[in-house]
């Protein structure tokens, strides 16, 4: 198997195979992200799916001189596409037949995009999907966000790059600090405090309840509290 450093310069050279490539390699990383955010409301492979093609962005947008691995830069994008799915579902009632069709068109666009080395019109998509046109638009119209619902996240969604921890960590410890980093900035200073003590300094709840000056009770249900909405932030997005 080729590696990702050989095949982007490849990509950057003007070898349109070497994308396809790239994405099929880095997939496991897709599955790995799509297994940590697996919600009863979806099969498994929708998810994948859609982790896929933030995994295709990260190959159309990714540049060496960013200066982290690709799988460092690929892993905040997959998540990002898997959140605003999540977000964009739970906002609007699709029905699952449009569901299907704005999935089919996403793949198609995405597709198109890196065969014609730009955006595809709403007929070629259409084509490339086998589909009408005028299902095509109300699918993606269907399951398009209204933009005052769609929060302050940049086009990436989650972290950048730069804000992750190591450039040369293995996929799964990158996919773990992405997910540790998005689960203790929702918390308050004083929620993060003991989650860290708790999980990452292994003390008890006693020995933080002396040091913070409170009883174990309070340690209790401030852990309990902060647990449950890392727990629902991390699926629902």
Do not use: C, H, W
């Not at 994405?23 to 982790?51: F, P």
């Not at 060496?64 to 906002?91: H, L, N």
């Not at 647990?227 to 997005?237: H, L, N």
Request: cysteine-free; hydrophobic content about 35%; proline content about 2%.
């Amino acid at each position: 198997m080729t590696d990702n450093r050989e095949l982007i310069r490849r990509l950057k050279q003007g070898d349109k195979s070497a994308g396809d490539e790239l994405v099929e390699n880095n997939m496991g990383l897709v599955y790995s992200i799509a297994g940590k955010m697996m919600n009863r409301r979806y099969e498994m492979e929708d998810i994948v799916q859609i982790g896929a093609m933030g995994l295709v962005k990260a190959v159309r947008k990714f540049d060496e001189s960013y200066g982290v691995q690709f799988s460092t830069y690929a892993v905040p994008m997959i998540i990002g596409e898997i959140k605003r799915f999540f977000r964009d579902d739970g906002a609007v009632k699709v029905s699952r037949s449009l569901k299907e069709a704005a999935l089919k068109g996403r793949r198609a666009e995405e597709a198109l995009r890196r065969r014609l080395g730009r955006d595809p019109s709403v007929s070629e998509t259409a084509a490339e999907a086998g589909l009408e046109e005028s299902v095509l638009i109300e699918a993606f119209e269907a399951s398009a966000l209204p933009g005052s619902l769609q929060g302050g996240q940049g086009e990436n969604g989650g972290p950048s790059p730069e804000e992750l921890l190591s450039s040369d960590d293995t996929e799964e410890r990158i996919v773990d600090r992405v997910f540790i980093k998005e689960a203790l900035s929702i918390l308050s200073e004083r929620e993060k405090n003991i989650i860290v003590m708790r999980y990452f300094r292994g003390k008890t709840q006693s020995e933080i309840a002396r040091s913070i000056g409170v009883s174990q009770v309070q340690i209790s249900r401030i852990e309990k509290k902060a647990i449950e909405r890392i727990r629902e932030t991390m699926v629902t997005g």
